[in-house]
């Protein structure tokens, strides 16, 4: 009896130190390649008992330029797509964050989408996987500036994949094939150790995760569909 229990204890203490990390698509042009490298990780997550992954395609969302008139710091989401993008990323303890390099940078589309939102990054972990004809170096350096300003802490180890030697590429307007080098998966694995074991350390720094979804259920239930609130000025929450 005591023995099961016990087994009953441990079972639950290993589910409640899984941590959940999104795969973070940060391209959404038609073509990309970013969907070869998230399915990597996604691939290579699987294999973990540490952690859950879910992919969270940017793209999937219909986010437009910023449209929110209230900064995403005071937290008054006025458009149902806002909501949507909220309640996704405020699910997860860290982030993957799967983006090319444009321009010495990040995608537009993913700075946008880290910009309409604020307390739902906070205090999470991330890693970085970027790719670009130099590794994308440039970009993630970038990202790690950016996040640091949302409190997301930047594991050190970066996967860094070069359009010439971890893809075949015969035609440019074509996405090719994903062929990482040997030894990206080991750099993968290691983001991944790190990325665990910095969120769930961060978690002690979070309320209750139950609290901001209680929010949004009480908003809902004010202003009816989530579509609705939108115009009725939807939930205040408290920052
Ligand atoms: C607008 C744009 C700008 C780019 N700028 C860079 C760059 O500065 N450095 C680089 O290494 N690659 C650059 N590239 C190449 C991309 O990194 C490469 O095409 C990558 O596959 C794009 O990711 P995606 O296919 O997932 O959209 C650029 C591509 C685009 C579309």
Redesign the pocket.
């Known amino acids: 009896m005591l023995r099961s229990m016990s087994v009953g204890i441990t079972n639950s203490n290993h589910a409640a130190s899984i941590v959940r990390i999104a795969i973070v698509v940060g391209?959404t042009?038609p073509g990309?390649?970013?969907e070869m490298v998230a399915a990597w990780v996604e691939r290579a997550g699987d294999g973990r008992s540490d952690a859950v992954f879910e992919l969270v395609d940017i793209a999937a969302f219909g986010l437009p330029m910023l449209d929110e008139p209230v900064p995403a710091a005071i937290g008054d989401y006025r458009h149902p797509h806002t909501r949507a993008w909220s309640q996704t990323i405020e699910r997860f303890d860290g982030y993957v964050f799967v983006t090319?390099?444009?321009?010495?940078s990040v995608p537009a589309a993913l700075k946008n989408a880290i910009d309409f939102l604020y307390r739902e990054w906070h205090d999470k972990a991330a890693g970085l996987v970027t790719?670009?004809?130099?590794g994308?170096i440039r970009a993630g350096e970038h990202l790690r500036l950016v996040l640091a300003e949302i409190k997301v802490a930047c594991v050190r180890s970066h996967v860094t994949l070069s359009?010439g030697s971890d893809f075949e590429i015969a035609d440019i307007t074509e996405?090719g094939t994903f062929t990482p080098s040997g030894h990206q998966q080991a750099v993968l694995e290691r983001l991944f150790d790190e990325l665990v074991t910095w969120s769930r350390a961060l978690r002690a720094c979070r309320p209750s995760p139950a609290r901001p979804l209680e929010r949004f259920a009480a908003a809902d239930q004010q202003t009816g569909p989530a579509g609705t609130a939108a115009t009725t000025g939807g939930e205040r929450r408290g920052r």
């Open positions: 391209s042009r990309r390649r970013a090319p390099e444009y321009n010495h790719y670009g004809t130099s994308g359009l996405p």
